[in-house]
T-cell receptor
């Protein structure tokens, strides 16, 4: 079983729709992250959480929100999707003091 | 602000040739540097970190604070090394990793 699971794997949505991407982990890690990957831009940080009650904006948080429902779950929401949010989204986890991330397999989101 | 620069989008070499993937960073403090790799149809995974000074799959990387670089090297490339490579930096304190834009390594037979 995968230890960092992202759902859905692929999603096509329309402009203006609200969509939620989910991430769950069985690693027991306290830290969780959301990144988006775009060709030529690498991975850019959207939000990160060091604890259930500790959520922080990354470099590109506009248009996104997150929820840390439990230590093992970290969801990313697009309140009103727009085409330039079309990307591959990755969830990652780590434990405090260790930047060896464990990544999920990614969610490919297309906004039409 | 911290930044990681990988100047090459694509590096193509022949099997058995030496490989050097470049990474430069900007950060005023003492960074921790990492290399992550993403093989085709696999997840992004940690390859090595500068603190451990290890060699993984024949790859090494040395942190050069004077040149603010952390280049990834391998003396003899193998076809299975073909992948996307990302350099990443963490700063002291609470921040998450900052990734470079990535370099695709193609090792031709």
């Amino acid at each position: 079983d995968a230890d960092v699971t992202q759902t859905p794997r692929n999603r096509i949505t329309k402009t203006g729709k609200r969509i939620m991407l989910e991430c769950s982990q069985t690693k027991g890690h306290d830290r969780m992250y959301w990144y988006r990957q775009d060709p030529g831009l690498g991975l850019r940080l959207i939000y990160y959480s060091f604890d259930v009650k500790d959520i922080n904006k990354g470099e590109i948080s506009d248009g996104y929100s997150v929820s840390r429902q439990a230590q093992a779950k970290f969801s990313l929401s697009l309140e009103s999707a727009i085409p330039n949010q079309t990307a591959l989204y990755f969830c990652a986890t780590s434990k405090t003091g260790d930047y060896g991330y464990t990544f999920g397999s990614g969610t490919r989101l297309t906004v039409v | 602000a911290q930044r990681v620069t990988q100047p090459e989008k694509l590096l193509s070499v022949f099997k058995g040739a030496p490989v050097e993937l470049k990474c430069n960073y900007s950060y005023s403090g003492s960074p921790e540097l990492f290399w992550y790799v993403q093989y085709s149809r696999q997840r992004l995974q940690l390859l090595l970190r500068h603190i451990s000074r290890e060699s993984i799959k024949g790859f090494t990387a040395d942190l050069n604070k004077g040149e603010t670089s952390f280049h990834l090297k391998k003396p003899f490339a193998q076809e299975e090394d073909s992948a996307m490579y990302y350099c990443a930096l963490s700063s002291t304190g609470r921040r998450a990793l900052t990734f470079g834009s990535g370099t695709r390594l193609q090792v031709q037979p």
